[in-house]
């Protein structure tokens, strides 16, 4: 059996009695695109916060490079090399690009009390990775604020591989931002997954998710439908899929009806 | 992996990169600081007070505003910090006054035995850093917003300092400080002050170098000057493959030149030499930087050059240079019984030459493109033609020869240059105009403040424009930011250099039998300006002898190093030159001065201001500051300590009130118990003229001193200017008010894309502007 870099086996969580989470199984692995489909409600948080350390599975087994682990703590699964990029992005606008990418973890020079940030290595680093990224920013002393909802998930995509990470959590990327805006994104997900990342995207847009994945697992209501390679879905069926399957059908029935009458 | 990174970033450049802008030089980098409004602001308020009063620009005014902007700056650089961090401590200002007053009652007055100074100093530093510690843990442990908190804090501290004060002396005043045990110490550190005719130049010893003795100060001042123009053209411009040697050799004769003809303007004072020297310098300038440009920086190719504006742009620009080489002359000869010249005639002259101003900036408008040339055009007519009357013979020929020189500088402007960038045009039209302006000012004026000072600025306002537009004719503008200096092993000279300098100064001082902390700063200074020589010896040797690249930032930290000793050599010596005039010799041979004197405040507030600066703007810490000001959450979630850094800021503001409290109680040895109330009010306002945001997360610590160092300067210029002091609030206000309107308006140009400060913490908006009105109404009753 190929040993995968992770593997989620069955993963559940409940919260009382409520069942948040039953039945995911999927992988993921580097240089892929794993796709998280599902509506409002279906679980997508609970997901990502069981990879990201912020709660821990109730069953099932999570499985990183051939051993099996649970994240007490965010940090935790940071070290671990997973990486999540929430919604909110995390970036401080009125701050330059530089400070954003490195802030909380500066590089120094000098001796303290003298301690001072390498500011020319700092720059130099973040345009560089920002290169890696497709982007060319032109100052790096330019505020996050006066980026692009695109760029700005760029620099936040850029910060994460820069600092280690091995797995990318993408937290619904594209909702907030336009159509071409989220090409640029899905692009950068493209150019994170060929410099050898593990993306994971998590989105409620299969339109979205199929150009871009190599596997698909959807979620609804909590419960996982299924765990598909791209070789065995059609981006109509992930449609399909997406949008309820059987419900979709019957509603369509019941409106070719309505108007038949 | 490497090769599709490059394609990758080789087609993105491809796509986007043709749209790009060249590369910032060091000018606009300058101009999007949130701090720039604010510096020009203190300048324009500085030349109207200059040109109003007259005691306003000597040593003592300077003086004197200093140490009104020391107590104010010394608060406002932590204030503004704090504010960048996202907070207010309205209890700022009544912990400046308790501190003083827990100390003097600690040191004297509990049960009748105190406990001396050498106790109650580090208590009362100890009681200042608990409430900024309990401020800043109880913000952070309950979320409330700072100011609810600290406005409490600020009445218990307002109730504490009186019923204290009456509880144990029953006056409201606390007193006899200067009796407690310890004084002596302690008064050697908080209440040191520089008597400047106290150490002057030893006139003996340099009597043979009088140039030395005398001039030192302007010598460093244009070697600064020079040194910050040639890093700005060295961040700014494209270096040639091989240097020009002819060109270099033009460089190093119009240096020779413009320093012999500067040593001669210091050494004869005459309207010929002024003439003499003045065109000896302009000339030696223009031709170093000319040659300068060519021997180092690639030429512009015809395209970058663009266009050149029309006939009639050299024309209103000439017009209104023209009129006003008129007006000022008509103005200053009607008026030469009064001293100032200036705005000493009637009212009516003051409105025309207002009116000749805003003609001038119209026709600088028109001439960038804005608008037709025919309203400046018609505007200087309708203003030339009133001008005739002031006229007298004299005048009338002065007035057809500078005119003449100046319309025909301009047709050899136009006519030389076909191909020139229209900003280029306008920069050499208005220092043409300026140059015009200065020499009519200098054969024109009454006071020889006006003569000599007036002209040399002007002067030197021009030829710095001059420069800069030759620069930008002759040389391509770089596409990419240079590398840094690589200084490395040189530094280490330097360091070295200081730190033996400090030992060994500090060592002689100690000697020589003065007190321990005059010697340790003394021999700091020293120390300081030894490694300051070395390290701008090794940036002038390696921007001549090597091809680094990288020299223009050092070259810019020489210069601004240079201009700051400049001032302070000015400020804290004697000059020769001074000597003769402000000093006599009494009947037992004794030197007396006038005593013009520093505190020890002026430094504290000079070191809080660079130190606060460089935190903010180069430590890890800084940037938690921003981070936790701008957006709270994300800054915790990448793992920075956003309470430790909070509560960390709320004692420094209590530290630096703890050193005000110390300034005030050891100048004045008696304190009120409502010394400092209200003050937190102008902390504030000081910090936002600064450019500081009031709602967090962007500003800057130098800005809140330039910001104290105005409202210094407005609320005792007022009173040297002798206005009547009942409209002073009237003009304090309308003067902040303009200050920052142009912060703004400055930053909102510079920045272009709007910034999204509003957008982004929409939730602290309303709140902060109830914060400083509440707390400092009440206050101002209180205290007046």
Known sequence: ?261 | MADTINEQSAAAADAGGDERLAHRGPIQTLLTRPEIGALLGAVGVWLLFWLVSAPFGTVGGTANFLDVAAYLGLMAVPVALLMIGGEFDLSSGAMTGATAIIAILLANDINGAGLGLHIAVPLSLAFALAIGWFNGTLVEKTSLPSFIVTLGTFFMLIGAKLGFSKLFTNKVLVEGLDEAEGYDFWNGIFGAEWLRNSHLWDTRKWSNLWLVRDEVWALLLMGGIAALMIGTFELTYARRKSPNVLAGAVAAAGAVLALVGLIYLLAQDGRTSQWIGGILVSAGVLAGVAGWCRWRYAAPTRDERGTSPGWWQYLVSGLAAVVVAIVVAAVMNASDSSQLGFLGGSFGKFVFALGIALVGVLAVVAALGRITPGYPALGAVLVALPSISFLITVQAARVILFGGLALLGIALLWSSARRVKPSVMVSGAVSLAIVVLAFFIQSEAASRKLRVELFTVLLLVALLLAASAVARHLSAVRTAAPPPPQFGRWMHVCAALGVAGVVVFTVVELADGDAILYSLISGAVKGGILAFVAYALGTLGRTLLTRDEGVGRALITTGIGAVMLSVASRLLFVTGSELDKICNIGTDGELRCPQTQFGVVVLSFLVFAAVGSWLLMRTQFGSWIMAVGGNKEAARSVGVPAARTKTTLFMMVSGAAWITGMLIAFRLTAVQADVGDGNEFRYIIVAVVGGNLLTGGYGSALGAGIGAVIWGMISQGIGFAQWNSDWRFLVLGALLLVAVMVNNYVRGRAEKAPTTSSATRPDKTEITIVVPAEPAAGAKEGQQ
């Not at chain 1, 090399?81 to 929430?86: L, P, Q």
Request: aromatic share 6%; proline share 3%.
């Open chain 1, 1 to 261: 059996m190929s040993t995968d870099f992770l593997e989620l086996r069955g993963i559940s969580k409940f919260y009382g009695n409520i069942i948040a989470l039953t039945g995911v199984t999927t992988t993921v692995n580097p240089g892929e695109v794993t796709c998280v489909l599902g509506d409002n409600g279906a679980g997508k948080s609970t997901f990502i916060k069981i990879l990201a350390g912020v709660h821990q599975h109730d069953e099932g087994e999570l499985i990183l490079e051939g051993s099996k682990v649970r994240f007490a703590h965010p940090r935790q699964a940071l070290a671990a090399g997973i990486a999540t990029v929430y919604q909110d992005l995390a970036m401080v606008p009125l701050m330059s690009v530089w400070r954003n990418f490195f802030l909380g973890q500066e590089p120094k020079k000098g001796m303290w009390p003298f301690r001072q940030i390498d500011i020319d290595e700092a720059k130099r680093i973040a345009k560089e990775e920002m290169a890696k990224m497709g982007i060319d920013i032109r100052d790096t002393e330019q505020s996050v604020g006066t980026l692009s909802g695109g760029e700005r998930q760029s620099v936040a995509i850029a910060r994460a591989s820069y600092f280690g990470a091995r797995v990318l959590i993408l937290d619904e990327p594209t909702s907030a931002l336009g159509v071409k805006q989220s090409g640029v994104v899905l692009r950068r997900i493209v150019e994170a997954r060929d410099q050898g990342l593990a993306v994971i995207f998590i989105t409620h847009n299969p339109n979205h998710a199929y150009p871009v994945g190599d596997r698909f697992v959807i979620l609804q209501r909590g419960v996982s439908l299924g765990n598909w390679a791209k070789e065995e879905l059609t981006q109509a069926e992930l449609t399909q899929l997406m949008a309820g399957g059987a419900e979709l059908e019957e509603l369509q029935h019941e409106l070719a009806e309505a108007s038949a009458n």
